[in-house]
């Protein structure tokens, strides 16, 4: 019997989001409350395709050319002189990609009986983070707002599309990041700077529009953007949200990662012992991202032990970040993993 809930990042293995959504539906049904559509393609490496797009962008110009090869190795983009960005001009894709497989989510919900609670889930990354990969932190500061704009505009054409029960997972990796980098006195002052910027957003929303928050450390190319001494930034990050929220944007979900891209969570009692300090209201569930291919399942349960001894109630079972970075070998591993976890 199925005692916890399980949680989707974001990208699946799988070819089409068909196969993608039919794997996770497969290994594990009634454990999902939302479900991606895998993001498969193109879209397996975030906002990669994103930022390409950029290139043929009539107002910006390579600042830096990049391959993507690792964090630092990126292209960077300004402005043309001359010229200004608006949010209008930019295509964030998401609108395309759910008018392809929002069908597709339909069917498998009908088929698997699931259509009074399962939700369709979208990725959203932070306007933050769609501005410091394609600008750099300075250039962000200076061209956030066009990207907030075309954020909100493919946020209410989706919902137009996939009707009001849909889940919007905002994902903020260089949020938290820049947090866990942070001297420690400057920590709580950026966790509340940091927070209302995430949840101006949220403001910006449709009333009633419900939202996720994905706290992640990076995955691309399977290796994280940055790592944490303990779980004391991401604590800070998650009572600032919660403590700005809009109340009429309802936030479901807190994702946390304690894995790191290809390294396994720890499993010393002192890295989850900020924990402890966690605010979070009893309808705001808390996924723990700890599953992971290169671990054994008896130390995912003492990880999964630490964590909800320290929020006393049990915890949503999730992987740290999407899986497409992962062999289809390993993602399944997850998956499979996942299921365990969330039934014993």
Request: hydrophobic content about 45%; proline content about 7%; glycine content about 8%.
């Amino acid at each position: 019997m199925t005692t916890r809930e399980a949680h989707l990042v974001g990208s699946l293995p799988g070819s089409s989001a068909a196969e993608a959504m039919g794997m996770a539906l497969d290994i594990l049904g009634p454990s999902l409350h939302s479900l991606p559509d895998g993001e498969t393609g193109e879209r397996r490496n975030w906002i990669l395709s994103i930022v390409e797009q950029l290139r043929a962008h009539p107002d910006l110009e390579l600042q830096r050319e990049g391959d993507w090869s690792d964090y630092d190795k990126t292209p960077r983009f300004r402005v043309r002189r001359g010229h200004h960005l608006f949010g209008a001009t930019l295509d964030l894709g998401h609108v395309a990609a759910v008018r392809e497989t929002f069908p597709v989510f339909e069917k498998l919900r009908t088929a698997a009986g699931r259509e009074d609670d399962l939700a369709f889930q979208q990725g959203v990354p932070s306007d933050l983070d769609l501005a410091m990969f394609s600008f750099g932190p300075l250039g962000a500061l200076r061209h956030r707002r066009a990207f907030t704009e075309a954020t909100l505009v493919e946020v209410r054409a989706v919902a137009t599309l996939t009707g009001p029960s849909t889940l919007f997972q905002v994902e903020m990796p260089a949020e938290l990041v820049l947090l866990a980098r942070a001297p420690a006195p400057a920590r709580p002052p950026l966790a509340r700077l940091l927070a209302r910027g995430l949840t101006q957003l949220a403001a910006g929303a449709p009333p009633g529009t419900r939202f996720a928050v994905h706290l992640c450390l990076g995955d691309m190319n399977n290796r994280a953007y940055g790592t944490m001494g303990d779980v004391g930034p991401l604590v800070l990050l998650a009572n600032a949200l919660v403590d700005a929220w809009p109340a009429d944007r309802p936030l479901e979900l807190v994702h946390a990662p304690f894995a790191a891209a290809d390294r396994p969570a720890t499993v010393d009692p002192d890295f989850y012992a900020p924990l402890g300090q966690i605010r979070l209201p009893a309808g705001v569930r808390f996924a723990a991202g700890f599953v992971h291919e290169a671990q054994t399942l008896d130390d995912q349960r003492r990880i999964r032990t630490i964590i909800e001894g320290h929020l006393g109630r049990p915890v949503v079972i999730a992987s740290a970040c999407g899986l497409g970075r992962r062999t289809d070998e390993a993602a399944r591993v997850v998956l499979e993993r996942t299921a365990e976890l969330c039934a014993d």
